[in-house]
């Protein structure tokens, strides 16, 4: 297949998109753009046909010949049809092998890194970002393709029937590196600003149906819709002038193309009844022969054809570039994933023993370096400090969440590293300071599974007997985003009754009694101790003097950093 | 189908004018693509018969070229008219539909509503309204610019060149299109709403994961809930990979149509043609235009294949909201005995909603003009709902609530409104100026006032460090802290001048200091208002008269 310099500016451009497609993807892309390129160009013997054919009712040439010409113009056009569904089938593959090689390589990744980019986000790309490299693989890349190919094989072709007519389309589409300039600035304006302004009107819609409920409780719902009416209506205003302006430079490029068109027919008009004569090579007469000036006639739009595909497909490029840059800008993310794969395992055996030596951890730009803490199984241990000290940070490190960038963790008497965190992580229970409950039965997030048995003396130890008779289905109420609510004093107790159902002999609590009024919160620092008293393992984080006191031992971070 | 139709006249009644024109451009754009390339055709048979006659000079070129070029232009012309045109009727619609939505979603109660404001259930709802907007642009308008134009061309035809071509152009694209296009439709109609729902489905549990992984892999359970997104996505590819399929054999089956159509027209006048019934120029026309007219079948099935998708969001979008049991509960209970209270308690019990279990029980209290009442107990007791049960969002359990007299459950919904205004605790704000957004209180507001108000809760001097009442807030109030929204949505409460204010941990972020300040200052702003708060701050229990402590209302379990 040519591969003639049609838009070799472009490129470098467009190696951090192509750097998504893996091998693969890559072979299976050009087996489609090269099918869809030979089948478009099949369009030259069925014009052919056609022309010889009309050409023939001139000539009082016989039916055969136009049924003739009729068939061959059918197959070709049937064999057309099929090698475009296989192409555009082809691409589609493709498009979704990269789609889904990208989203499970997003998942492995980002799933064991925490702290990074907000959740929201992740989901985003995962979703409907990642979805735009589609029109991308499967429209732009073909269309790349038929554009690289076909102009210039039309051009060859009518060249040499006609050099005049070749000169009009080369004038009419000129230069293609200008035309190419022009699709480009005409298709990226227009498609981005509108895509813009349609998600400006979204924003302002949810906006406001989040706070439609206040809205209601002021009274104030149909004067705020008659304000979004008159938003959406500037918005609408404002868009059209960018329109307006955006679509002029695409009928400037459509104009070139019509008025090449038109001019060809002109001139194969002029020159079959004889008043031109030049223009040809003078191989069959002066002028042209019907069948040459219908099959110029034919041939002309769909030279203009490919380019202006390649223009309607041309934001997908913008769009999937962009896409693929804020991959690459995740991937190039220093942050480092936690210790282990996030899986079940056997709980690590060994007394549960902590030992934290000279370790520090990078936390964005700075540095936390925390002292060396040595907790001897069942002990409890309070470690205060201002905020920003690194109690959370300590805590993290202990679970195998964050990974210290110099010193030793020991748990259990084994090295924490990769093969033994997810071990280590069945023998935890961590309580943190934002209870994170998923979409699922209270069943299933206390037991692990939606049929096990919850013991009564677990939920009743955790104070948490009156918050699960309270619910409205009880164990079977599906709880987070979707489903019913509870407090933050609520969801920490029921972590609390998990640790006990799960049989967790480390617990790590941040900040359990933070923002909770001074019952609840002694009710939590009273499971603690009970927890304590039975041989667990209990490391708080706190401000809170109650709950410091109540533990075993207190350690000051801020002080034994000094 | 039923709403997909109520959505179409609800968007094209938007602008109809504009719909109309765009309509008609689009029809203008396919009729002069026809014509372009139907009299091109002619003029260059024409030509070359007169050429091969040798009679030329006789020839009239100057109006066939000059129609030609007409043509050409006016073709990008109108092609860029019915590109502003229909973009235009567009953006109006999409503007009508989300209109529509917000006015239907007004009748819905408060806690349902209070449910929405979740990412994935915003998400959804603006999925819906999105795949709404291909209703005109993928379907109405290039279903009835084809057939107008298939309409126009076949009179074209009929007068032009023999009846028999005219006929197998019309009755080939007609019956051939419509076979495919119903087919791609009916082959569809579940399968694009089922990849629809497993695509959302799959960003509901992206966003689960993201979100709770670290919990997932405390607990070891990252590769199960990893899985079940795998799961997920296949299903999704699944369903995709059939509409991509169902997609291109729809593709194949138009494009095979139009080849044999342009074939069949083909072969019908080179036999006119031989039989002396039709000038060869004229069956050119026929052919070039049978070609031509390809343009108006392919980009039919795209919006085809949505319908199922289009169907399932339109029912979504449209939905009734549930009727308001609210009223009709305590339609029945006794009239209360007028007092000179503003809110009046008499042995209430309520539980929270949807829930069996008694939250409160027995609790009466009576509050006078002027008088503040802090309600305190642990989080988790009841206070918010309490507040709602008042502000008349719950219904009561048992026991009568009345308001200025009157039994609460007989305020008509917009007269509660204007005497009683409740603060809930998760408030919003919306993007837009400080003076909007305490204008949506009270419209027509007033400078003066607006500061006025702002004073009282100590917000003026803030809001004139960030440059006054026109200063513009982010999504959502985006650019204000805990403490300062929080006061600013009490300023707003404060302009409506309620006989009855509520309010849910009215200081949450602020300190104790500026705590005392603003509930001082929102009293001295209201001093006949009767307000109750909710909250276990030292500040809201030394501003109340009364105290009422949740705890003594348990019932016992």
């Avoid at chain 2, 204007?418 to 009270?442: C, D, I, K, W």
Wanted: glycine share 10%; with cysteine.
């Amino acid at each position: 297949m040519s591969s003639a310099p049609v838009s070799s500016a472009a490129e470098p451009e467009l190696q951090r998109a192509e750097s998504l497609l893996g091998p693969d993807a890559q072979r299976r892309l050009s087996r489609a753009a090269r099918l869809s390129a030979i089948a478009a160009a099949l369009w030259l013997p069925q014009a052919a046909a056609l022309a010889w054919g009309i050409a023939g009712w001139a000539e009082d040439a016989p039916l055969s010949r136009t049924l003739w010409m009729a068939l061959v113009f059918a197959l070709l056009g049937l064999l057309r049809a099929q090698g475009d569904a296989l192409a555009s089938r082809l691409a589609y593959r493709a498009a979704d092998q990269v789609l889904h090689a990208q989203r499970q390589a997003l998942l492995d990744r980002e799933a064991l890194r925490l702290g990074g980019a907000s959740s929201g986000a992740l989901s985003a790309l995962l979703t409907e970002k990642l979805a735009v490299l589609g029109p991308w693989i499967t429209r732009y890349r073909p269309a790349m393709a038929r554009a690289r190919l076909l102009p210039l094989l039309y051009l060859a072709v009518i060249l040499t029937i006609s050099w005049a007519a070749g000169l009009v389309l080369l004038v009419a589409g000129p230069l293609i590196p200008v035309f190419m300039a022009l699709v480009g600035m005409a298709a990226k304006d227009a498609s981005q600003k509108q895509m813009v302004e349609v998600g400006a009107m979204n924003t302002l819609l949810i906006d406001r149906i989040s706070a439609l409920p206040d809205l209601l409780l002021l009274n104030a719902a149909a004067a705020s819709r008659a304000e979004f009416a008159a938003r959406a209506e500037g918005l609408r205003e404002r868009t059209m002038a960018v329109l307006r302006v955006a679509f002029l430079s695409s009928t400037v490029l459509e104009l070139f193309s019509a008025l090449g068109v038109a001019m060809v027919a002109v001139y194969v008009g002029f020159s079959l009844l004889g008043e031109i004569t030049i223009g040809t090579w003078g191989l069959f007469g002066p002028g042209l022969t019907l069948f040459q000036g219908i099959f110029l006639l034919l041939l002309a739009p769909d030279f203009f054809q490919p380019l202006r595909d390649l223009a309607a497909a041309w934001h997908d490029r913008a769009a999937a570039e962009a896409v693929a840059e804020e991959l690459g800008d995740l991937r190039q993310d220093r942050l480092v994933p936690v210790l282990g794969q996030g899986g079940d395992a056997p709980p690590l055996p060994g007394p549960a023993a902590i030992s934290l030596r000279g370790v520090s951890v990078r936390r964005g730009e700075q540095v936390v370096t925390l002292p060396d803490i040595e907790i001897s199984p069942g002990e409890s241990l309070a470690l205060r400090g201002a905020s920003g000290v690194g109690k959370s940070t300590a805590l993290d490190v202990v679970a195998g969440l964050l990974v210290s960038e110099t010193g030793q963790t020991r748990v259990a008497g084994h090295a924490l590293v990769d093969d033994t965190a997810d071990a280590w992580r069945a023998r935890i229970a961590y309580i943190p300071q934002e209870v994170h409950i998923p979409d699922m039965t209270l069943r299933t997030f206390l037991t692990g599974d939606s049929t096990s048995e919850v013991p009564p003396e677990a939920l009743h130890r955790a104070r948490a007997t009156r918050i699960v008779a309270a619910l409205p289905e009880g164990l079977e109420t599906v709880l987070g985003e979707s489903g019913a609510g509870v407090s933050g004093g609520e969801a920490r107790r029921l972590l609390l009754a998990r640790a006990l159902i799960r049989g967790a002999d480390v617990i790590l609590a941040d900040e359990p009694t933070a923002d909770l009024d001074a019952t609840t919160g002694a009710a939590i620092i009273e499971v603690l101790q009970g927890l304590c008293a039975e041989g667990r393992t209990v490391v708080v984080a706190t401000h809170d003097p109650a709950l410091a006191a109540a533990m075993g031992r207190a350690l000051d971070l801020e002080a034994a950093q000094c | 189908m039923l709403k997909l139709w109520q959505v179409l006249r609800l968007l094209w009644r938007a602008h109809p004018a504009a719909m109309w024109r765009g309509a008609l451009l689009a029809v203008l754009v396919l009729l002069m693509g026809a014509a372009l390339l139907g009299l091109s055709g002619w003029f260059i048979t024409a030509t070359g018969l007169a050429g091969i006659a040798g009679v030329g000079i006789a020839f009239d070129v100057f109006r066939p070229s000059a129609g030609v070029r007409g043509l050409a232009l006016g073709r990008a012309a109108a092609r860029y008219g019915e590109r502003l045109l229909t973009h235009d009727a567009t953006l109006r619609a999409l503007a009508a539909l989300r209109v529509t939505l917000l006015a239907r979603l007004e009748r819905f109660p408060v806690a349902e509503l209070r449910r929405l404001r979740g990412a994935s259930a915003l998400t959804r709802i603006t999925a819906d309204v999105d795949a709404l907007d291909g209703v005109v642009l993928r379907l109405a308008l290039p279903i009835s610019a084809a057939l107008l134009t298939h309409a126009a061309v076949f009179l074209g035809l009929w007068a032009l060149t023999s009846h028999a071509v005219a006929i197998s152009v019309a009755a080939g694209y007609l019956l051939g299109g419509g076979l495919v296009l119903w087919r791609v439709g009916r082959a569809t109609l579940g399968l694009s709403a089922r990849a629809e729902s497993a695509t959302q489905d799959l960003r509901r549990r992206a966003i689960g994961l993201f979100r709770g992984r670290r919990e997932a892999i405390l607990q070891g359970a990252l590769p199960r809930w990893r899985a079940g997104l795998d799961a997920t996505e296949a299903e999704a590819r699944a369903a995709m990979d059939e509409l991509d399929r169902i997609d291109s054999g729809a593709g194949m089956a138009l494009s095979t149509i139009i080849t044999l159509i342009v074939a069949g027209v083909f072969a019908l006048a080179g036999w006119l043609v031989v039989e002396a019934d039709l000038d060869p120029a004229l069956g050119a026309i026929g052919v070039f235009v049978a070609l031509a007219l390809g343009e108006t079948l392919l980009p039919l099935r795209r919006g085809m294949a949505e319908i199922g998708r289009m169907r399932d969001a339109a029912g979504r979008v449209l939905a009734e909201p549930p009727a308001r049991n609210l009223k009709r509960l305590s339609e029945s209970s006794p009239a209360v005995v007028p007092g000179k209270a503003v809110l009046e308690l008499r042995h209430l019990s309520l539980a929270r909603p949807g829930w069996s279990r008694l939250l409160l029980h027995d609790l009466s209290f009576a509050l006078a003009p002027g008088e503040t009442l802090a309600l305190r107990g642990a989080s988790g007791l009841g206070k918010s709902t309490l507040l709602d049960v008042i502000a008349g969002l719950e219904p009561v359990t048992a026991g009568e609530v009345s308001l200025l007299d009157r039994p609460l459950a007989t305020w008509p919904e917009t007269d509660l409104r204007e005497v009683l205004t409740l603060v809930p605790q998760r408030a919003a704000l919306v993007s837009g100026t400080v003076l909007e957004n305490l204008a949506l209180a009270r419209p027509g507001l007033t400078e003066a006032e607006a500061v006025a108000a702002l004073e009282a809760v100590h917000l003026a001097q803030t809001v004139g460090a960030r440059g006054g009442l026109s200063s513009p807030l982010g999504e959502g109030g985006a650019g204000l802290s805990g403490g300062q929204a929080r006061r600013l949505v009490l300023a707003r409460a404060l302009l409506r001048r309620p006989k009855m204010l509520l309010l849910d941990e009215p200081t949450e972020g602020l300190d104790a200091e500026t705590a005392r300040e603003v509930l001082a200052g929102i009293r001295k702003f209201l001093p006949d208002a009767a307000i109750v708060t909710a909250s276990h701050r030292a500040a809201e229990l030394e501003a109340a008269d009364q105290v009422i402590d949740l705890k003594s209302y348990i019932p016992e379990s």
